[in-house]
């Protein structure tokens, strides 16, 4: 709170306040880091504290005055108004996945993707990108805590001495390390260093969000624990089960590259095709050519008919009709296909695409088996079972959790809480003072991962430093740090003990390589090498094979693998829990870029409804936000319901992450905890309550309808066989006048629909990139949302299984805009390189611009949103203007970025280069396309020449600069009804 | 003394309008009436000592509206216009549509002075006031919307143009704009217009008051007019012109209203027709309103024998015809749509018609077209609760109209990703009901303190039938 | 009841005086606002601002000479011209005037390392971005906005900075350029051997673009 | 008679009333005839119906056409000479945009020069007069239908009275300027 009070306090009194300098510490990592002596960090923060009163934080109201506070001494590499950039990652369940962090006067403001790294590529995620709210989050705790009173640093080492010596007494007997998944070469050594010196600690990992089903199956199949790497670009034909390729799988952001690289016709000769079976829809099923609708019990039926097909050529049953040109196709491609199953299925059906893809000759071409990056107990949850049950029976002494939240993400049935109690001693490292920081004995705030120096590897292995981007803002310490408190050995510094474990792959060149493997954001030559592992013959022999229909081996209830869906014995609707979308476990909830990011589906915000499918909704008579209780055993939980289009009808999908009790002030009791319903085995019953619930939703009407061809082409590969140009207009409108920018640019974008698997980063790109204002729930639902890009999500055909298409819009640069010539001041107006130019300064708001736009991608302030955001001034982008009340505004094709660029290139007096905007620096599949149309040799060119290339709305006569490659699927002929 | 023409009529058309009910052959005015009774009577009205209790009974309830009025525009200014339920598809709402209805009103007060003015339409004379005071109050009510709907009202004077330091100029190309000046003429012309017509009245009224005090009032009102021959020259050449420049002003000020919509792509407002269709617009509620004010007031007043039964015969004719234009307009706006052939207008106006609007579209259908078809039926055209209770459904239809037009079309956009709906919040309805208020109390205090009655015209008027009759009594 | 005159003749004055003052009031009100903002007062034109050391610029730049770049070290490179910091300062005034009593707060900066507040003189609204490297690129003197810096014992500001004021060079550049060498000369005026302003534009490469877009300045 | 107009200079004007406009038109021919100087007429409406002597028309719009050209081309200097801005790819000079206002702004100063032209002519507002100090007078704006002669000596006054009084008047009331 008090810290959210100075962060808002203007920011004249904010630079000279020093609570506030200490807040706003920054550091120099990379090249300078390795020099920077502490005194340099001090200097920065002045100057950073300058930057701010040099307009860094820009409004739409002129005032005279204010101050100006250069540094004492200016630091190295530190220019006024110019970015550095430096290079980290963003770590998700352990897994690695590169970033570079944009730092103006010393403060990151901008998250991009790393494209020296094999696991981004240049692209990121919504998780990435909201890191830098989630840095900056005013409610991250600042002080250590002794039960529930604050205490010093002082009494931690105090109270750490005596524990060591107990600890060392007992050779460290009742010591358990709780962790979530740890790649961390260094974290990983610490432990081992722990463990040596107290030989009967323990150490567990676990993540709720379980990937244990890969791990089972790889070790029912070959013997030991095996990570797959799949192989997109390679896959002609992809059968994806319940699959989470391009949503939540470690290496999602490379899959969906090279899943991108082979879906437009008129760029890849041969178009792969994609199968998805699945019970609930995701986002490989919404662009697959096939999405087949298989409830969890269908689905081990199919999977295990498929299975007998391929691999003892049994006769595909009859039914369902598709089963047998699937087969047939997935033989004939033989070699270039890949079968995935999704995380959340059991491990037998794992192990049985494993088994099939190696029959189909699949493995070393579509995908690859590695070494895991880091060793991990088979089954984490039975791990943390036993962990529980420890503390249950009072053997855990001393606990330390680190990163892991068990108190809100673990089963109830467990009963954590009660356990907790019995362990006299216990330490949770956590950013926020959340659900188990209150109930364990020490709290101490975990500094986050942009102020601390450590190490992860990437889902092939790929190593990248961690190196801290500025000081911790609010005190806390790391887990390099902590976990040092149980040495005797004063530890070395991270940054030292991180160099030393890498000293040998960066041998030879001692500082250079360490500051080249720093800057690059990899460390060469640390991918894991693909296993030679041979495959168990006898693999199918000792599971069985006669599942329980209804999924499998969780069913039997051991807190097994996955959380486990759930079959009534009556009607059999079974509960999927899933990963949210944007929450993930629960872990950004107090994010509030995630909480309003449209889900990709649903597009709900700040809520978490129970999708059910449209033939249930219509049976109990359920319409949107209507609540029902869902009991399983004796627990259960309210929760309103979302008619999903495309549910498999025998069951309902929950996301877990949301219903924070002790998140901070924007996650706190934001939507349902779906986690006591986790870990049960029993029936679910559906009740329907009376009660109601209005849940917001970007799409602000439930309708379903064929999508006007003016607003979204799409067809076949056959019609694109056919006519290339069959999506293009052939007739052009008549003109009284035309106007042509005179240049010397001409901007354009060319958005590629096949591409597009609506994962929502350009949209958090453009929020991060822009200032773009959060309004909370009660705004959205009164349609007041301000995201300048928006993905529409049209659905075709029938309610029980329709055909999904993502249209990204944003501003058109119409070179005839309509907004233009109907505002009566002139404030939004052309330039000479074909913008769309929005003049806040000059908007008196009539508004008329939005309601004659066609595409309706203009957004207003209806009140002074910037105003209310919780975010501390510092995180805003200082070159982009923050909207006052009452102004209209919209994409810009961030035009600070092509401003820079043009004052770059007058500078040197050459024509300007190549601008890139933040949605397409985010997007994982080049979707977007940015760049000169005047420049006939450009990228955006070659697009707009594509045969697909097709103007949204073209009949308005706008002429757009923004246009779209129309949608082309790949749909097996052999297959007559083809969604489900 | 004899009227000739009365022989035929029945016994009782003899007696005076202001003790029988009005029948559709009463003269245009009683010819028992004097200049000398006329003036008095009518300036014994603004000269009263004290008011009526019916004006007290009228009076507070709109002055409190007016009031809440006052609140609603502070609380606004205060926080933003997001008080208001406006959304993102539909961005105007009750401040744009309440604007329209209310220049219509103002408009049609205009029309009635003016152009009927210029037609010499005799039963105009003794409405002309009332009519005026309608259209200077609507345009007043009106005036404020325009403002109060910016997202930053404070810098509305930037849509004056004019040589700044930023070197900015207006938009020219915005119908906006245009409405803005449209505007700001139409309230600036209605007052002098208004005032005009007023200082010779002003002049009957000094001279008929008593009491130093409202003596100097009405005399500086009058600023001295005395009727000298020079006077009379000038005033009545200044208002005629005057009259013939209102009468296109008006006209104009409703088509450019119409362009706001007409101007603009999109989907239900993209029509040429609609210039024309707004002027039909005004004119309906303007006599709608005229009715609802002159069949109070010509009782409460005691002046049945200026405003007669063909003074309702002849307004309620008037507001058949212009009903019957607007179902015109309405019949061409479904039957363009369709004819267009364009999807997104065909989807919008399904939705209008069918869906979740429905009520708003038939609504507007029944109340403007519908119903005053019974004024076909002459016996109901001097009926007068059935006037009123007809007129009060078309002021709200045409109010329904507005919203049909700004709100429904807003919401069905041309991508149906962008569709929603709109629901009006407190503070939209309180300023509505505010300027209500603020209407009624401009008309109230306009009834007790203005000569309600354009006497100098009266005079002239009642002359000549005089000497009318005196010519067709000697034939 | 006794008649009389309304008014006495004395009305007829008092009427013209009040229709006088009308008219007055009307007019004087229109002019005002037409006129403030064009007001150095309301410009802060050559207003001085209060700094913690009275620096003098006359002293610094006429007196000693030193380059503007020496102390405004990022005016070529960046947006921001930069403000020294203490330690620019300390290099000449940890030898001279080691002792004197107006650099106190300067020498207590780098004791305490703690950075002296300036109070702002030129300003610009905040979503006005303008660019110091750019202009200086294409030989726009400092003179030319912050005007003869090199005369001022106490910074103040010199130019009204309206975007009228931006515009009038915007709209025609070429009279306000100098050759790339007399950029930060601020003794510098048009001489017979200066290339004429439209030689100078094509000399120093100002582009060929719409210098009065919106989008050159708001973002 | 008022205390006011007691001290004042002798009674040398003569304000007479008639019920009638005709009995006004009547008596105002023979005072021509008669050469007396009729210095006004004060009527409670018109005395001629429908005839333009007066100027004021060719004022207003001589003011509206003012209005229209002026504010026209300063439409047009802002869009092409002062500030050309591409909006929406029209044209600069897009004139027929530029007529609703020039139309608008053309009718408020013919309103204006009216208004304003109107109480010049009229030499209005004079607040007093010294007509007002007749008590006939108020009949003015009524029904009572007055002129006003200049009757400088005594005996001018006398013959004037016996001249009006044969013309039934309903008032004869002297007065002084």
């Not at chain 1, 820009?58 to 005055?65: E, H, L, N, R, S």
């Not at chain 1, 309902?652 to 986690?675: C, E, K, M, N, P």
Request: charged share 15%.
């Amino acid at each position: 709170m008090t810290s959210r009070e100075k962060l808002w306090r203007s920011l004249e009194q904010a630079a000279e306040d020093p609570a506030f300098l200490a807040h706003a510490a920054q550091e120099f990592p990379g090249l300078a880091a390795a020099l920077a002596e502490p005194l340099g960090r001090r200097q920065v923060l002045r100057l950073m504290a300058a930057s701010i009163a040099l307009g860094g934080l820009a409004g739409c109201d002129a005032k005279y005055g204010g101050n100006l506070i250069p540094a004492v001494t200016i630091p190295p590499n530190i220019i006024p108004a110019l970015p550095n950039f430096y290079a980290t990652a963003h770590v998700l369940d352990g897994y690695a996945s590169g970033v570079v962090v944009k730092h103006v006067m010393g403060r990151p403001v901008k998250v991009d993707g790393n494209p020296e790294h094999p696991a981004s590529l240049g692209a990121i995620d919504v998780y990435g990108q909201a890191q830098l709210l989630d840095f900056y989050d005013p409610d991250r705790s600042a002080e250590i805590m002794q039960g529930s009173s604050p205490a010093a640093l002082a009494n931690l080492d105090a109270v750490f001495s005596d524990q060591r010596a107990q600890l060392a007494a007992g050779h460290g007997a009742g010591l358990r390390i709780l962790t979530g998944s740890v790649t961390s070469p260094t974290v990983i050594a610490q432990i081992e260093a722990v463990q040596r010196q107290y030989p009967e600690a323990q150490s567990i990992q676990w993540d709720p969000i379980s990937r244990d089903a890969g791990r089972k199956a790889a070790s029912l199949a070959y013997g030991r624990a095996l990570d797959t790497i799949a192989h997109l670009d390679k896959a002609d034909v992809l059968l994806s089960i319940d699959g989470d390729l391009l949503s939540s799988a470690p290496g999602r952001l490379r899959y969906a590259r090279d899943f991108a690289s082979r879906r437009n016709p008129s760029r890849t000769a041969s178009m792969s095709r994609v199968y998805a079976i699945e019970p609930t829809p995701t986002l490989i099923g919404s662009v697959a050519d096939h999405r087949f609708i298989a409830g969890p019990a269908d689905i081990s039926r199919i999977t295990l008919a498929l299975a007998a097909s391929i691999l003892d050529n049994a006769p595909t049953t009859a039914e369902p009709g598709w089963l047998a040109p699937l087969v047939t196709d997935l033989k004939a491609a033989r070699g270039r296909v890949l079968m995935h199953v999704g995380a959340a299925q059991p491990p037998e059906l794992h192990a049985l695409a494993l088994q099939i893809n190696e029959a189909l000759g699949a493995r070393g071409v579509t995908y690859d088996l590695i070494e895991p990056p880091a060793p991990q107990a088979l089954l984490q949850a039975d791990a943390m079972a036993a962990l529980i049950a420890d503390m249950h029976a009072g053997k855990v002494r001393h606990l330390l959790i680190v990163d892991s939240n068990p108190l809100y993400t673990s089963p109830r049935s467990w009963g954590c809480a009660e356990a907790l109690k019995r362990v006299p001693f216990s330490v949770t490292l956590a950013r926020q003072y959340d659900e188990t920081a209150r109930a364990t004995t020490w709290f101490v705030p975990h500094s986050h991962d942009w102020e601390a120096w450590s190490d992860a590897r990437a889902y092939d292995g790929t190593v990248t430093v961690l190196q801290p981007q500025a000081l911790p803002l609010y005190g806390g310490l790391s887990a390099h740090q902590v976990l040092g408190l149980y040495l005797a050995a004063p530890p070395m510094s991270t940054e030292e003990s991180v160099r030393r474990i890498w000293a040998a792959n960066l041998a030879g060149h001692s500082t250079d390589g360490w500051s080249e493997a720093l800057a690059r954001g990899v460390i060469p030559g640390t991918a894991s090498a693909a296993s030679g592992a041979r495959l168990r013959s006898d693999l199918r022999a000792d599971f069985r094979t006669d599942l329980p229909s209804g999924a499998g081996a969780p069913a039997t209830g051991a807190p097994g693998t996955t959380i486990p869906p759930i079959t009534a014995p009556g009607d059999r609707l079974t509960l999927l829990l899933r990963a949210d979308p944007n929450l993930w476990d629960g872990r950004f909830a107090n994010n509030p870029w995630l909480q309003e990011l449209p889900r990709p589906l649903t597009k709900v915000v700040w809520d978490n409804p129970v999708l059910i499918a449209p033939a249930l909704a219509a049976r109990m008579q359920l319409t949107n936000g209507d609540c029902m209780r869902l009991s399983i055993d004796d627990a259960s939980v309210v929760a309103p319901v979302w008619i999903m289009p495309g549910q498999a009808p025998d069951c309902i999908t929950a996301l877990l992450g949301s219903g924070r009790r002790a998140a901070g002030s924007v996650g706190d009791d934001v939507g349902v905890d779906f986690y006591p319903l986790t870990g049960l085995t029993g029936a679910v019953a559906l009740g329907k309550t009376r009660d109601r619930v209005a849940l917001a939703s970007t799409v602000h009407h439930d309708l379903l309808m064929e999508t006007p061809s003016e607003i979204l082409r799409h067809g076949t590969l056959a019609q694109f066989h056919a006519d290339p140009h069959f999506a293009a207009t052939a007739h052009s409108e008549p003109h009284l006048y035309r106007t042509v920018p005179a240049g010397p640019a001409a901007w354009g974008m060319s958005i590629d629909l096949n591409a597009c698997i609506g994962c929502n980063a350009c949209i958090v790109a453009c929020q991060a990139e822009n200032n773009i204002s959060v309004v909370g729930k009660a705004q959205v639902l009164r349609e007041r949302e301000m995201h300048w890009l928006r993905i529409d999500r049209y659905f075709e055909g029938g309610v029980d299984a329709p055909e999904s298409f993502f249209q990204p819009v944003l501003c058109m640069h119409c070179e005839e805009a309509p907004c233009e010539n109907v505002c009566p001041v002139g404030a939004t107006v052309h330039d000479a390189e074909g913008l769309n130019v929005m003049v806040y300064n000059r908007c008196v708001g009539t508004r008329f611009c939005s309601n004659n736009c066609p595409y309706k991608v203009r957004r207003f302030n209806f009140y002074g949103y910037a105003r209310q955001q919780t975010r501390p001034a510092q995180s805003w982008n200082p070159d982009v203007t923050v909207r006052a009340r009452g102004v209209m505004e919209k994409c810009t094709y961030c035009i600070q970025r092509i401003a820079e660029a043009r004052i770059e290139a007058d500078r040197d007096s050459r024509p300007v280069g190549e601008v890139r905007t933040a949605c397409q620096n985010a997007c994982p599949t080049q979707a977007f396309t940015f760049g000169n149309l005047a420049d006939a040799t450009s990228l955006v060119a070659e697009r707009k020449r594509s045969s697909l290339n097709f103007a949204m709305l073209e009949g308005q006569g706008t002429r757009p600069r923004t246009t779209y490659e129309a949608l082309v699927r790949n749909p097996n002929p052999a297959i007559k009804a083809t969604r489900g | 003394m004899n009227i000739p023409g009365m022989n035929i009529a029945s016994p009782d058309a003899t007696m005076s309008p202001r003790l029988r009910a009005p029948r559709f052959d009463d003269p245009v005015v009683d010819p028992r009436l004097t200049s000398a009774s006329m003036t008095d009577r009518i300036c014994s009205i603004a000269l009263r000592s004290q008011s009526y209790p019916w004006w007290w009974l009228a009076f507070i309830p709109s002055m409190a509206l007016a009031m809440l009025l006052v609140v609603s525009i502070a609380y606004l200014f205060y926080a933003g216009i997001g008080i208001w339920g406006i959304n993102w598809p539909v961005m105007w709402g009750f401040a744009i549509l309440s604007y329209v209805w209310w220049i219509a009103i103002a408009s049609g007060g205009t029309i009635i002075s003016a152009l009927f003015f210029l037609t010499g339409a005799e039963w105009r004379t003794s409405l002309n006031r009332i009519a005026e005071s309608m259209m200077l109050f609507g345009a007043a009510a009106a005036g404020i919307y325009p403002i109060l709907h910016l997202g930053r009202p404070w810098f509305f004077y930037w849509l004056f143009f004019y040589p700044n330091t930023m070197t900015l100029w207006a938009q020219f190309r915005s119908p906006l704009l245009w409405d803005f000046w449209a505007l700001v003429t139409y309230v600036f012309a209605s007052i002098l217009f208004w005032f005009l017509g007023l200082v010779p009245d002003f002049a009957s009224v000094r001279d008929r008051a008593t009491g130093i005090a409202r003596q100097r009032i009405y005399g500086i009102l009058a600023c001295g007019f005395r009727g000298t021959g020079r006077q009379w020259l000038n005033l009545r050449a200044a208002y005629g012109v005057m009259a013939a420049i209102m009468a296109p002003v008006v006209v104009s000020i409703h088509s450019i209203v119409g362009l706001d919509f007409a101007g603009a792509a999109t989907p239900g407002w993209h029509t040429t027709e609609f210039p024309p269709f707004f002027v039909f617009g005004a004119l309906l509620s303007g006599f709608s309103i005229v009715l609802l004010l002159i069949i109070p007031l010509r009782r409460l007043l005691g002046i049945e024998d200026m405003v007669t039964g063909r003074h309702l015969d002849v307004l309620c004719k008037l507001l058949l015809t212009s009903s019957l234009c607007v179902s015109y307009a309405y019949l061409m706006d479904a039957f363009t749509t369709f004819y267009g052939g364009d999807r997104a207008e065909r989807v919008m106006f399904i939705e209008r018609a069918l869906e979740y609007y429905r009520y708003v579209y038939w609504g507007t259908v029944l109340f403007n077209c519908v119903l005053p078809q019974v004024f076909w039926s002459r016996r109901l055209r001097l009926n007068q609760p059935v006037i009123v209770s007809i007129c009060l459904c078309v002021v709200v239809g045409m109010w329904l109209e507005r919203y049909e037009i700004v709100v429904t079309s807003l919401h069905r956009p041309n991508l149906p990703s962008a569709w929603g709906t709109y629901h009006a919040t407190f503070w939209d309805w309180s300023t509505l009901l505010g300027t209500v208020g603020m209407f009624l109390s401009g008309i109230l205090l306009a009834v007790r303190y203005l000569p309600i009655v354009s006497m100098h015209e009266m005079r002239t008027l009642i002359a000549t039938t005089k000497a009318r009759n005196g010519v067709s009594g000697a034939a | 009841m006794p008649l009389a005159a309304i008014f006495r003749p004395a009305a007829n004055f008092a009427s013209k005086v009040a229709l006088l003052v009308v008219v007055a009031v009307v007019s004087i009100g229109a002019a005002f606002w037409w006129l403030w903002p064009r007001m150095d007062y309301a410009r802060h034109v050559r207003a001085v601002v209060a700094q913690p050391v009275p620096f003098s610029h006359q002293h610094h730049v006429a007196g000693l000479g030193i380059d503007c770049r020496f102390c405004h070290a990022s005016v070529e490179i960046s947006s921001n011209a930069g403000l020294p910091p203490t330690h620019t300062c300390m290099t000449c005034h940890s030898q001279i005037w080691t002792n004197a009593a107006v650099l106190a707060p300067v020498r207590d900066s780098w004791a305490r390392q703690a950075p002296i507040t300036w109070h702002r003189v030129t300003d610009l609204p905040d979503y006005v971005y303008f660019n110091h490297s750019i202009h200086v690129a294409k030989g726009v003197g400092c003179e030319s906005c912050h005007g003869q810096i090199e005369t001022m014992p106490l910074t103040y500001k010199a130019k009204t900075l309206t975007m009228g004021f931006c515009l009038s060079c915007h709209r025609n550049p070429a009279p306000h350029l100098r050759p790339a060498a007399a950029v930060y000369d601020t003794a510098w005026t048009r001489g017979p051997e200066t290339p004429s302003p439209m030689a100078l534009m094509q000399v120093n490469h100002v582009p060929d673009r719409e210098l009065t877009d919106c989008s050159l300045c708001h973002r | 008679m008022s205390a006011l107009a007691a001290n004042r200079l002798p009674m040398n004007r003569l304000l007479a009333g008639f019920d009638s406009l005709q009995g006004l038109q009547h008596a105002l021919e023979r005072l021509h005839e008669a050469g007396f100087v009729v210095l006004e007429t004060y009527t409670p409406g018109p005395v001629r119906a429908e005839d333009s002597g007066s100027r004021l028309p060719l004022a207003m719009f001589a003011a509206g056409m003012a209005g229209f050209v002026g504010c026209f081309g300063l439409m047009t200097y802002a869009d092409v000479v002062a500030y050309p801005l591409n909006i929406g790819g029209r044209p600069a000079f897009a004139w027929p945009a530029f007529v609703p206002i020039a139309f608008e702004v053309g009718a408020l100063c013919a309103m204006v020069a009216g208004f304003l032209g109107c109480f010049m002519v009229c030499r209005m507002p004079q607040l007093y007069d010294p007509v007002d100090e007749c008590d006939s007078f108020r009949r003015a704006s009524r029904d009572g239908w007055f002129v006003a002669i200049q009757t400088g000596d005594p005996d001018v006054a006398a013959r004037a009275r016996t001249l009006l009084d044969a013309l039934q008047p309903t008032s004869v009331e002297a007065f002084c300027a």
